[in-house]
């Protein structure tokens, strides 16, 4: 069985496969002043919770985006696992192994671990057959761009929708947190209804825009034709767009960690 471990900017997203089928999975609080003792007694007492004997437990991997928690989870794989886990760098998107790759002919192109297994989720989706966005609402809100032959050839970075809900709140006095939901008119009546008209209809915008607009010029770069490409949503937020907009071919909310069980599949 495979533990495999998504570490983000605001979520711990910690899964364990059954061969291809997620057996259970969780998500915790990013929390980088947690030590390894502290995470793993944390996920023995949910994998006893959920019933899963660790000694079946024979292999691990490791996305992060944050450094200082890299560590830590290399403990918690080590006493779950009883050995060190893998830990995942964009360098891989390099070698060769993996379904998508990195231009090699730009050594210096980078893509953070998580963009990577959205890639390869995204791909291998549609068994590699045409071009993919993977659309990741978190913290960021970004799009990750596979053209037709498996090359990444780029990615958007924009803040998430709930990053620009807290921006507002923390930086202007008289402005609250607000609920993440779709307004019934853009014309916003009162100070909730008219951030709700701002946040989720202005990124309604934006992700519908960049998306036509990274199809465009995907088409430019390859020849990739806009009408082929497809569009994944994922990430917890994705939800709020998703009533809102026709812009998603499809929505797999395991985007990321499948992403992460295809990889191990094909390196350990």
């Given at each position: 069985m495979l533990f495999a471990v998504d570490i983000g900017n605001t979520n711990i997203v910690a899964a364990i496969f059954d061969g291809d089928k997620?057996?259970?999975?969780?998500?915790?609080?990013?929390?980088?002043?947690?030590?390894?003792?502290?995470?793993?007694?944390?996920?023995?007492?949910l994998c006893r919770e959920a019933g899963i004997q660790t000694k079946f437990l024979d292999k691990s991997i490791i996305s992060s985006v944050v450094p200082a928690l890299i560590g830590p989870f290399v403990i918690v794989c080590q006493h779950l696992c009883g050995k060190s886990p893998f830990i995942l760098s964009s360098d891989l998107a390099y070698s060769g192994r993996l379904p998508v790759r990195l231009d090699s002919s730009s050594p210096h192109t980078n893509i953070g671990t998580d963009l990577l297994c959205n890639a390869v989720s995204a791909w291998n989706l549609f068994e590699g057959k045409g071009p993919v966005i993977a659309v990741d609402f978190g913290t960021a809100l970004?799009?990750?761009?596979?053209?037709?032959?498996?090359?990444?050839?780029?990615?958007?970075?924009?803040?998430?929708?709930?990053?620009?809900?807290?921006?507002?709140?923390?930086?202007?006095?008289?402005?609250?947190?607000?609920?993440?939901?779709?307004?019934?008119?853009?014309?916003?009546?009162?100070?909730?209804?008219?951030?709700?008209?701002?946040?989720?209809?202005?990124?309604?915008?934006?992700?519908?825009?960049?998306?036509?607009?990274?199809?465009?010029?995907?088409?430019k770069l390859t020849g990739d034709k806009a009408e082929t490409v497809k569009v994944v949503a994922t990430g917890g937020l994705n939800k709020v767009l998703k009533p809102i907009t026709d812009v998603f071919t499809v929505v797999d909310k395991d985007l990321t960690i499948r992403g992460l069980k295809i990889i191990s599949d094909l390196v350990l």
């Open positions: 997620i057996a259970v999975q969780w998500r915790i609080a990013t929390d980088s002043r947690r030590t390894g003792d502290e995470y793993t007694s944390i996920l023995l007492t970004t799009l990750t761009v596979a053209d037709s032959s498996g090359i990444i050839r780029g990615v958007t970075i924009s803040p998430g929708l709930g990053t620009a809900i807290k921006a507002l709140a923390t930086n202007a006095a008289q402005l609250p947190f607000v609920s993440l939901e779709a307004p019934s008119s853009s014309l916003g009546m009162n100070t909730e209804t008219a951030i709700q008209a701002g946040v989720v209809l202005g990124y309604k915008g934006l992700v519908e825009y960049l998306v036509r607009q990274v199809k465009a010029d995907l088409e």
